[in-house]
Nanobody, 129 residues
Framework: QVQLVESGGGLVQPGDSLRLSCVAS????????IGWFRQAPGKEREGVTC?????????YYADSVKGRFTVSRDNAKSTTYLQMNNLKLEDPAVYSC?????????????????????WGQGTQVTVSS
C-alpha cells in the first residue's frame, strides 16, 4: 500500500523555523521525485518545492520560498525533509508531500502540471505573532 505521511507541523512565530518530514512506504522511493505543496484556506494549492530522484538531486523552489526553504531526501529512510527557516505570516497552510515517478525538478518543472501519483494527508503549519 502506497503511503506518504507528513509530520513536523506546528505553531511558530514569525522568523522561527520548522522541519517537516515526509515518510514514504509501499513503493520504490528512490525512483520517485517528491514534491511539497501547500494550501491555505481560500487559496489555490501552491507547489513549494520538488526534489528529483536522480543522482544530481535537482531541485525546484517557488519564488515565495527561495532562500528560506530547503528540501532534502534520505533514500535509506525513504524520507524527504522540508527545512523551513524565517517563516513568515504568509506561510501558514497545510503542507503535503506527493510522489511522482520519473519527474525531474528543474527550471522546466511545473508544479501545476507535474504528474504526482500519490499524496499524503498533510501537516498544518501556523505562523502567528
Amino acid at each position: 500500500q502506497v503511503q506518504l505521511v507528513e509530520s513536523g507541523g506546528g505553531l511558530v512565530q514569525p522568523g522561527d523555523s520548522l522541519r517537516l518530514s515526509c515518510v514514504a512506504s509501499g513503493f520504490a522511493f528512490t525512483y520517485y521525485a517528491i514534491g511539497w505543496f501547500r494550501q491555505a484556506p481560500g487559496k489555490e494549492r501552491e507547489g513549494v518545492t520538488c526534489i528529483s530522484s536522480t543522482n544530481d538531486g535537482a531541485t525546484y523552489y517557488a519564488d515565495s520560498v527561495k532562500g528560506r526553504f530547503t528540501v532534502s531526501r534520505d533514500n535509506a529512510k525513504s524520507t524527504t525533509y522540508l527545512q523551513m527557516n524565517n517563516l513568515k505570516l504568509e506561510d501558514p497552510a497545510v503542507y503535503s508531500c506527493a510522489a511522482g515517478e520519473s519527474l525531474y525538478c528543474d527550471g522546466d518543472y511545473s508544479p501545476e502540471t507535474a504528474d504526482f501519483s500519490s499524496w499524503g494527508q498533510g501537516t498544518q503549519v501556523t505562523v502567528s505573532s
